[in-house]
């Protein structure tokens, strides 16, 4: 099965104390679906500029992405300027240029509106909302969000809630969402409003998944060196539904493996600036660490 | 086989937005001593004041904790005066008096120096040391320690490190230990120095364990509830050594068995202020929780 993802495509600007670049394909969509495609089929709906580099395009498509639902909008793409303290926690963002991006209108081309896998990226909920009405039927809608339209959208983020099956977000996010400090509370609050299932992403400490059948903690993996955390929960995001649109059943079961595939991305993604470790990711390298992830946590 | 610890006992007043109590029993070796004897018998080596009540010497007698390595001196028994925010995360000292403490001689009484399983809680690493010449040949010797004495005492604290062959700190400790930010990198110096075995506590993000055998990942439990954190960390000590000596197999799998059980018992501890909830805690409670731990990462 296909996954569509709707969120943003942006250059990136990235400032770390051992480095940095500039101007490097960025955005929730582009990580989603580089990271998704190694899975399956991703078709992408998103807003770029005129000056968006032919060469990104080429990667999308190398990748077998589908860019139909790319919309070219005359004016400059999507621009993040972050930079890293020497922790490589949260960046501190010297600035976001919104740009085209401001006036996205998420139009789902025709043949996209059977999608079985959706994934809604960190939009406005209203544009989250506009694309549900798109959409016919899915198996699986996941979705993710931030403190910004938690404050500033409450009332629209608690209608995508209701409709969609998943919510992926960090802890910081579901105890601001819960308003509540303890996670386990605020997970229990958060699936009150409607998602069958919570995904807490935790950074180097992995991952919580909760459901009606109980708690999954996921490990992150050790790395000897983070390089750049951007990009990472969405990395996760790609890598956990596209592998639970390969695998097609959803279940208990698939949801773990998928949790563990989507940190594997994500420690990919780290481990390098940019998507550039994703962009000659191999096969093997993702099946050996996923092994290694369940060793990890094996008590035999 | 029995589990010899040496550190302190003291009185402790906690405050937290949710409560407080004041001198009630606390130290690093009473939180051990108590969670190691929910797996096997126990000596302590200690020192107390001519105050300390006679209501804790009756509670370690009834879990059949040996009292001959309690010294009592007179003067005040050490006193810890501790305040906690609303994250519950690292408490403000308002208090620290050390008083009978500060003389502190562990002496090892002679029928205690056979001890196969000694833990060498967070005492100055002169002691730490001075207590390795006493003990003869024990199987496995393992030691915490913290930020003050990897500052104060950084010669001492190596020459201990070389002769035990586990260490139990927390991640903060084992960066400064290892001056190193990655966790990964830092356990790979710290193993440089001398432990087989280091375990790197992370709260409630659960404990990593690393040895030549790899990187062991152990989940902590998501509780509806922290009360109180104090001795999370010499319970956990506790848990581990007690159900290493009770198992009696220095391999791989108990030591994972074992890192569960040192969470398992911590999981219990804050539940409750000061050692409350270790005084009651039954074994079907104990193994209801690993169950439950071993639930929480596994796969099917």
Chains 1, 2 share one sequence.
Not at 78 to 87: L, N, Q, S
Not at 195 to 206: A, F, M, Q
Request: glycine residues 10%; contains cysteine; charged residues 25%.
């Amino acid at each position: 099965m296909s996954v569509l993802v709707v969120g943003s495509v942006a250059l990136d600007s990235i400032e770390t104390p051992f480095g940095g670049v500039q101007d490097v394909l960025g955005g929730s969509a582009s990580y989603f679906s580089l990271a998704a495609s190694l899975f399956t089929d991703v078709k992408i709906v998103a807003i770029v500029g005129d000056d968006f580099p032919e060469e990104y395009i080429g990667l999308f498509k190398s990748k077998g992405i589908e860019l139909k639902g790319i919309q070219k909008a005359s004016g400059k793409t999507f621009r993040w300027h972050g930079k890293y303290g020497y922790d490589l926690g949260e960046p501190e963002s010297l600035g976001t240029y919104l740009n085209v991006f401001e006036n996205f209108d998420p139009v789902i081309p025709g043949d996209y509106r059977d999608a079985e896998y959706v994934f809604l990226a960190n939009i406005n909920p209203e544009l989250q909302l506009h694309v549900l009405k798109q959409v016919e039927k899915p198996k699986l809608v996941a979705c993710d969000t931030m403190n910004y339209w938690i404050e500033k959208k409450p009332k629209e983020l608690r209608e995508v809630l209701k409709n969609v099956n998943l919510l992926i977000i960090n802890d910081a996010e579901a105890r601001e969402l819960a308003q509540e400090p303890m996670i386990i509370k605020a997970a229990r609050t958060i699936l009150e409003m409607g998602p069958e299932v919570l995904i807490v992403k935790r950074g180097e400490y992995g991952a919580l998944m909760f459901s009606e059948e109980g708690i999954f903690w996921a490990p992150s993996y050790p790395l000897e060196a983070v390089v750049d955390p951007t990009g990472a929960g969405d990395t996760f995001a790609g890598g956990f539904l596209g592998a639970m649109a390969n695998d097609d059943t959803y279940g208990s079961a698939g949801l773990k493996k998928a949790v563990i595939y989507g940190s594997v991305l994500a420690s990919f993604t780290v481990e390098d600036f940019g998507v550039k470790r994703l962009t000659d990711l191999q096969h093997r390298e993702i099946e050996a660490r996923f092994t290694a992830f369940l060793k990890l946590s094996r008590l035999d």
